[in-house]
């Protein structure tokens, strides 16, 4: 027997590792958090003996029971308390799957919370005032989201391989979703609009229209609907550079002399020396906003300019400069249409982060950029139709404005399909595509 501890950030990605390592016939005997994430405990060869015994033990089953009555008695007493003293405690359990209904065994591997007290019948009321421990709630809500993740896990395992043997055809459509990075929300929707569709060549080309369909773009190009445009987004996704092809383009076609630069950034070192380099070379003006200082008075003088493009910085989530400067490009005074730039190669976890990090301001869509080096537009067009996030504008290469492109939705799609994943995707990551289903508000897989 094979015994290997694994870590990782969360219950899924601590699942994949041990998939990964130890095959899809490895046995979770131990799972606890750690400072950082979570710690499993995984066996290979595991006898069937000691995962379920054919003596029941008495004692352990007893000891679950108990388990889960104190975590519903917990649930119950943080809602007295809630509603007693106006807190919001009871939101914790929102959208947390229960686990009262669920019959535990002995094969289930669970660890006893910290947290827990002796079962009692119902809280006494002279303790429904009293204050909660801020880490036995922090205990409760690791608990609680371990075991929804495991749960989303072992679910989308099971209706992959059930959806594999009931309808080959759908389950095949799903595999080509996967090799384009699409999410499994978004395939979901898109085979719920061809279930009338028996023939494989006729689902497919349908379920690229439906695609192309969903995809928003902008009716009237920016550029040409002038105003207040910033570029906001994470360092490295080339905000500078789409700045540049989107001034140039413009120069191009108008002049320069109803256009403005205007720079944010002054964290990057060189920053402001490359947007004074690009307006010498294409004679418009450029002006440097510190921070503290009101971006509505540094506009006022270009509002007679018909076009004015913001460079902002690109800084971490949790940099009070960014808030600071999402608030002014927020204000009504202002009134900026803010584009998210996202490079293609970024992996989802950063898309979505960044997307989280930058709403705030209010975006009127999204700017894809580094097409001509990414290996999958799946993720980055699935954040966009979810989002409702209209793409505004393409850049595939360093070319100065000729490397810009006003979006294709038909195009994009056939892009997308180009770029696709050769190989067929593993059985772990159509696994994985299906428990994001499941994490999805919508639970109906097919």
């Given amino acids: 027997m094979q015994v290997k501890?694994?870590?990782?950030?969360?219950?899924?990605q601590a699942m994949k590792l041990v998939r990964d390592e130890l095959g899809a016939d490895a046995a979770i005997i131990g799972n606890r958090r750690i400072a950082g994430g979570v710690e499993l405990t995984a066996a290979?060869?595991?006898?069937?003996?000691a995962l379920a015994?054919?003596?029941?033990?008495?004692?352990?089953?007893?000891?679950?029971?108990?388990t889960q009555s104190r975590i519903v008695t917990a649930q119950a007493e943080l809602s007295l308390r809630g509603e007693a003293d106006g807190n919001t405690n009871r939101q914790l359990f929102a959208g947390l799957p229960l686990t009262a209904g669920l019959p535990l065994t002995a094969a289930e591997p669970l660890s006893e919370p910290a947290?827990?007290?002796?079962?009692?019948?119902?809280?006494?009321p002279a303790q429904s005032s009293g204050g909660v421990d801020p880490r036995a709630l922090d205990s409760m809500r690791f608990e609680l989201n371990s075991l929804r993740e495991l749960m989303e896990v072992q679910l989308g395992t099971l209706a992959w391989n059930q959806l594999q043997g009931s309808r080959p055809a759908q389950a095949n459509l799903y595999r080509r979703l996967q090799r384009i990075g699409l999410s499994g929300p978004l395939s979901r929707d898109l085979l719920s609009m061809i279930t009338d569709i028996e023939e494989p060549r006729q689902a497919w080309r349908m379920l690229l229209a439906h695609l192309a369909r969903m995809i928003a773009v902008p009716?009237?190009?920016?550029?040409?609907?002038?105003?207040?445009?910033?570029?906001?987004?994470?360092a490295g996704m080339g905000k500078t550079t789409t700045l540049a092809k989107l001034a140039a383009r413009y120069v191009l076609k108008y002049g320069a002399h109803n256009v403005a630069l205007v720079s944010m950034d002054s964290f990057r070192i060189g920053a402001q020396e490359q947007l004074k380099t690009l307006g010498r070379i294409l004679n418009v003006p450029v002006t440097h906003v510190?921070?503290?200082?009101?971006?509505?008075?540094?506009?006022?003088p270009l509002l007679r300019k018909r076009v004015v493009l913001i460079d902002t910085a690109g800084l971490q989530a949790s940099d009070p400069a960014l808030r600071m400067q999402l608030e002014s490009l927020a204000g009504r005074g202002i009134r900026s249409k803010n584009y998210l730039v996202l490079a293609t190669t970024s992996q989802k976890q950063v898309l979505t982060a960044a997307y989280h990090s930058y709403k705030r301001c209010g975006l009127a869509?999204?700017?894809?950029?580094?097409?001509?080096?990414?290996?999958s537009l799946g993720e980055v067009l699935s954040l966009a139709i979810s989002h409702e996030l209209p793409v505004a504008y393409l850049t595939d290469g360093p070319r100065i404005p000729d490397d810009l492109h006003l979006p294709r939705r038909h195009?994009?799609?056939?892009?997308?399909?180009?770029?696709?994943m050769q190989e067929e995707p593993s059985e772990e990551a159509m696994a994985d595509m299906f428990a994001d289903i499941y994490h999805s508000p919508t639970k109906q897989v097919g």
């Fill in 411 to 420: 195009q994009l799609v056939s892009r997308a399909v180009s770029v696709q």
């Fill in 115 to 124: 947290y827990a007290a002796p079962a009692r019948p119902a809280p006494a």
């Fill in 219 to 234: 009716e009237v190009e920016p550029l040409e609907e002038g105003g207040v445009i910033a570029m906001v987004g994470p």
């Fill in 290 to 300: 510190d921070p503290g200082q009101s971006l509505v008075q540094a506009l006022d």
């Fill in 365 to 375: 869509g999204c700017i894809l950029t580094k097409l001509d080096e990414t290996a």
């Fill in 44 to 49: 290979l060869d595991y006898k069937l003996s």
């Fill in 53 to 66: 015994p054919r003596v029941p033990n008495m004692e352990l089953e007893d000891e679950l029971r108990k």
């Fill in 5 to 12: 501890r694994f870590f990782a950030a969360d219950m899924r």
